[in-house]
């Protein structure tokens, strides 16, 4: 079960339509998915501790950059070694296991992005308070988002500079560099 696509749909509803009237239905609904989320281990239950409060914050949406943070699906060593797009899934900085966790709270080299999110939420953001401190206001949520975006931003540069300079390019196709990211 991946509920994290329902989740995702779900906000974008709430984000559009607004908040919607109570009803006993709605209530046990998200009872049923707090349940189901209990059970899921994904990387994404970082973010998601608390459904409905997730689901309803409404603070803004998220985009495509902050959604590969979000679900671990992205340019991270331990998922390019998944996905055959690398043969090992180490970090491109210091050779450790580059898991979404190393990128986001371990590398050096984002420091800067992970001062500023840190200086905003007035704490340093860890795996442990990520998913209270998203919800937690409009502001903080920017600031987690924007620390999210530009880290994954900063990744995506230099994956394509080392395509380009053909370190760790084993088994990719020329054309993947040119694919273009949406939204
Ligand atoms: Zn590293």
Redo the contacts with the bound molecule.
């Keep these: 079960m991946a509920p994290v696509d329902v989740l995702v749909k779900r906000r974008t509803e709430t984000y559009s339509k607004g908040p919607q009237m109570e009803t006993e239905a709605t209530e046990r609904r998200y009872k049923e998915w707090q349940e189901r989320w209990r059970n899921y281990r994904g990387w994404t239950t970082n973010f998601v501790v608390n459904v409905r409060k997730w689901a309803e914050s409404g603070f803004g949406n998220f985009d495509y950059f902050a959604m590969q943070a979000m679900t671990g699906h992205g340019v991270f060593g331990v998922y390019l070694k998944k996905i055959g797009k690398a043969k090992q899934g180490v970090?491109w900085?210091?050779s450790?296991r580059?898991a979404v966790k190393?990128t986001m709270f371990?590398?050096a080299v984002f420091r800067e992005h992970t001062q500023m999110a840190k200086e905003k939420c007035e704490e340093r953001l860890t795996v442990e308070n990520i998913g209270k401190i998203i919800v937690r206001s409009e502001g903080d949520w920017s600031a987690v988002t924007n620390m999210l975006r530009s880290i994954m931003k900063k990744k995506k540069e230099e994956e394509r500079r080392r395509e380009r300079g053909g370190e760790q390019a084993e088994g990719r196709g020329r054309d993947r560099g040119k694919r273009r990211e949406g939204n």
């Design positions: 970090c900085f210091c450790d580059d190393h371990e590398y």
